[in-house]
Structure formats: structure tokens, C-alpha cells
């Protein structure tokens, strides 16, 4: 089992900054490639970005590239994203989620953050 916890959301101005972080624990040694989603009201649950485990590869939404950057610290099991320049369509519950050798997919979820930006 993997637990994660995110943290670092909050309420901010457009253009603004913010950085999330996301701590998991438990069997941390399974997991591999992590991400972030988010999840508007009456939305579906978007993905924003992904990293694999070394680091070295990245993905990004469309909509958060050259804005968002995600990263890890595999000794100290975090998980990071890093948003700047945030906009009001960037309102959403962010979820981290990890990918290990046990479950397909996504298989662990942390519970959310809520990050709030006004115009």
C-alpha cells in the first residue's frame, strides 16, 4: 500500500504563484511514474502532469505547459508542482497520484487540495 498526502493549496490572485507538494508513504519503493490531476466542480478529473521515476521524464496538459512544473525528491518521498502565472480556470481540487508494480494505472490517490484563484 501507498498513502499520499498533498498540501500547499490555497487562495491566490491571478498571476500568482503556488506550490504543492504531495508526501507518500508506505511501500514508496514500488512506485514509479507520479502525477497530478485536477478536478473542477461538475467536471471530470483532468490530468495535469506526470514524472517518471528518475525525474527525467515529463509530461504536461496542454493548458499548464510552460506554467506548471512538477518534480520529485525520491529520498525524501515527495512530490512537488510548481504553478505560476495561474489563472482563474486553474480553480480545481489537485489530487497526487502514483503508479506502482502492484496495481494497473493510477492505483493510489491522495484525498486533495484545494487551490482557488480569482481574477
Known amino acids: 500500500q501507498v498513502q499520499l498526502v498533498e498540501s500547499g493549496g490555497g487562495s491566490v490572485q491571478a498571476g500568482d504563484s503556488l506550490r504543492l507538494s504531495c508526501a507518500a508513504s508506505g511501500r514508496t519503493f514500488q512506485v514509479y511514474r507520479m502525477a497530478w490531476f485536477r478536478q473542477s466542480p461538475g467536471k471530470e478529473r483532468d490530468f495535469v502532469a506526470s514524472?517518471?521515476?528518475?525525474?527525467?521524464?515529463?509530461d504536461y496538459a496542454d493548458s499548464v505547459k510552460g506554467r506548471f512544473t512538477i518534480s520529485r525528491d525520491n529520498p525524501n518521498n515527495m512530490l512537488y508542482l510548481h504553478m505560476k502565472n495561474l489563472k482563474p480556470e486553474d480553480t480545481a481540487i489537485y489530487y497526487c497520484a502514483a503508479q506502482d508494480t502492484t496495481r494497473p494505472g493510477y492505483g493510489y490517490w491522495g484525498q486533495g487540495t484545494q487551490v482557488t484563484v480569482s481574477s
Open positions: 514524472i517518471s521515476r528518475s525525474g527525467g521524464n515529463t
